[in-house]
């Protein structure tokens, strides 16, 4: 069995933390060739954290260790956590979740966890199609005029500042577009990715 973790760091931290000492505290050594630290914000998507789609899809092996502090590391939503877990179940990779359990996450303790994690992302999406639907159902002004467009580069830059934290709000303001226009070339995007459970 081989170990491995995974630290998610927010974009700009300021944090100095030695990320070996940290999961040795907790009684794990793991290499340093296994220590995997990505830069992302806490909203981004599981698709665009390529380490963490990598490590899974292509380093960890059958009976291989996962350790990661908080369920944060997994994806933006409850519905991305709960899919990778099972990912990770599927590939019988063992894994340890520090804010869960000092432990590897197994028998009952697993029941628990995945419970939680699914009535969690159940209610995730319930709530969704709620504000959709009411969203639906608000009047709003439809804008008339040229469409705003993005250059290529610009849509390339868009995508990489949002993966580092940027928001819809921020990026829309400084390429001179409405959000909507924003989120439509992140949503384009999002469909042309395989999602986590599909690549294999």
């Known amino acids: 069995m081989r170990t491995y973790a995974y630290v998610r760091i927010d974009p700009n931290t300021q944090e100095n933390i030695n990320y070996l000492f940290f999961f040795q505290n907790f009684g794990y050594s793991v290499p340093g060739q ?11 998507s599981i698709i665009y954290r390529d380490k963490l789609i990598n490590l ?12 990661f502090k908080g369920i944060d590391c997994l994806g933006s939503s409850f519905e991305e956590i ?3 877990v099972n ?23 697993k029941l628990i966890f995945f419970h939680f994690l699914k009535l969690c992302s159940s209610f995730e999406s ?15 002004v439809k804008k008339v005029g040229r469409p705003e467009i993005l250059t290529v580069n610009q849509k390339q830059e868009v995508l990489d500042k949002f993966k580092k934290g940027y928001s819809v709000y921020a990026l829309a303001k400084e390429y001179s577009v409405t959000r909507t226009v924003i989120q439509r070339l992140l949503d384009k995007s999002t469909k042309n990715l395989n999602t986590i459970k599909r690549v294999q």
């Open 34 to 44: 296994r220590l995997i630290v990505e830069e992302v914000a806490v909203d981004t």
């Open 56 to 67: 899974i899809n292509y380093g960890l092996e059958e009976g291989d260790l996962l350790i």
């Open 82 to 84: 709960y899919n990778i």
């Open 87 to 109: 990912t990770m179940e599927d590939k019988k990779i063992k894994i340890i979740c520090l804010d869960f359990s000092k432990k590897e996450i197994i028998e009952d303790l």
């Open 126 to 140: 319930k709530l969704k199609n709620r504000r959709k639907g009411n969203h639906l159902n608000s009047n709003y």
